[in-house]
């Protein structure tokens, strides 16, 4: 059985008998026991769901599933070297955040609970929105009263009730924060059941490599939920024996909001405080990530480092992609432009590169239109 474990003093809490903080303030992270084998999957479907053993959920019954997962990992070029993309725009939702929603929202079905809220006027709030709607619980999404309607769309779409908070993003922080005190927080930044869902970002790729792990991964860094859910599922796979090593993870971070970069630029240890500049790639536009010390751990464990994208790099990349057939957001090009950028500074002839495309354009068409 998981336990939910305080970053900040270490106190342990069980599942279904903690809010979305502990005493001292601290978020969670989740220890988890299990055993798994490759050997495990063999007669299952091709989803995240095969790694069952690996994803705390007790009983089959609770699962959400659209069957998700086990995305693509195709061969492309950039600057001349080979890379492999996984496919992450395909998920139901439109984006990677689906792994971390399906097992979130089954956990939440399997604890009881009934209603669920969550701040993300964009892909976490949706991915949320549609696995409430599959698991029939009630789904609050806070957002600030400026978003876009056309982001919202796909939320109340889903039927989730949305909240609009005048002010700034802070605000709108604070408002959730409240309401999370009573109601179940499906947090993609808090509630760590979300990267034990994008951990199977980790076991798809390793499996789709033969059970290897790449040399080097190039993913955002905003949030971090999929970098820390790699990171995660890497060192799992390694502490089982089942991989030899963890790859190294590239964090790529938009120039106009990258306290992560700048932090580690000026070796602090923790994010720089930075002024945030607009950016197209208004996915990974985190000022104040909440895990930014962890993101910062995770990448310089692995040997890793951060890459900022300018504007311009972005838009390229974008183009680049669009192009040859990949009609991914603008976030999702960022990533892109980082791996543009990583090898012609760095790629070594062997290296075997694992990157992804986040999330599908078709979120962003009026945004992408009106792209200058
Ligand atoms: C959420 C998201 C990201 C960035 O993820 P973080 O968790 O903020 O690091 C990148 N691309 C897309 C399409 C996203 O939805
Ligand atoms: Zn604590």
């Not at 299952?44 to 959400?64: F, H, Q, T």
């Not at 001349?80 to 979130?104: C, I, N, T, W």
């Not at 057939?325 to 980082?338: D, K, L, Q, R």
């Amino acid at each position: 059985m998981e336990k939910l474990v305080c970053t900040g003093c270490g106190k342990e809490y069980l599942p279904e008998s903690s809010g979305w903080h502990c005493a001292c303030g601290g978020f969670f992270d989740l220890s988890f026991q299990f055993d798994f084998t490759p050997r495990m999957t063999e007669g299952r479907s091709c989803s995240m769901w095969r790694y069952r053993e690996a994803l705390p959920l007790r009983d089959d019954k609770n699962m959400i599933s659209f069957g998700e997962g086990f995305t693509p990992l195709v061969e492309s070029r950039f600057s001349g070297a080979s890379v492999l993309v996984k496919q992450e725009h395909l998920f139901p939702s439109g984006s990677y955040k689906d792994r971390g929603a399906a097992l979130m929202i089954s956990k939440a079905k399997e604890l009881g609970i009934k209603k669920v809220v969550e701040d993300s006027s964009g892909n976490a709030g949706a991915a949320v929105a549609a696995y409430c709607a599959k698991g029939e619980i009630e789904c609050g999404i806070y957002v600030p009263a400026d978003t876009s309607k056309g982001k919202l769309i796909q939320i109340e779409m889903y039927g989730a009730e949305i909240s609009k908070i005048t002010g700034s993003r802070e605000d709108t922080a604070a408002a959730v924060l409240e309401a999370a005190e009573t109601i179940y927080y499906a947090s993609h930044c808090y509630n760590p059941y979300f990267l034990h869902g994008t951990k199977t970002f980790a076991y798809e790729t390793a499996e789709q490599l033969g059970w290897k792990a790449p040399d080097t991964l190039i993913l955002p860094a905003g949030n971090g939920t999929l970098l820390l859910g790699a990171h995660i599922g890497f060192s799992e796979l390694k502490k089982k024996g089942i991989t030899d090593k963890i790859p190294k993870i590239i964090g790529v971070q938009a120039e106009n909001c990258a306290p992560l970069y700048y932090g580690a630029l000026k070796r602090l240890g923790r994010p720089a405080e930075i002024v945030s500049v607009k950016t197209a790639a208004e996915g990974i536009a985190i000022a104040k990530p909440l895990r930014g010390v962890q993101i910062m751990e995770a990448v310089s464990w692995s040997g890793g480092e951060f890459i900022a994208v300018n504007e311009k790099e972005i838009k390229s990349a974008f183009m680049e992609c669009v192009r040859r057939g990949s009609f991914i957001e603008p976030t999702s090009a960022a990533v892109i432009a980082g791996v543009i950028k990583y090898i012609k500074n760095n790629k070594n002839k062997s290296e075997t590169i694992v990157t992804a495309f986040t999330g599908h354009g078709l979120k962003a068409a009026e945004k992408i239109a009106q792209w200058g």
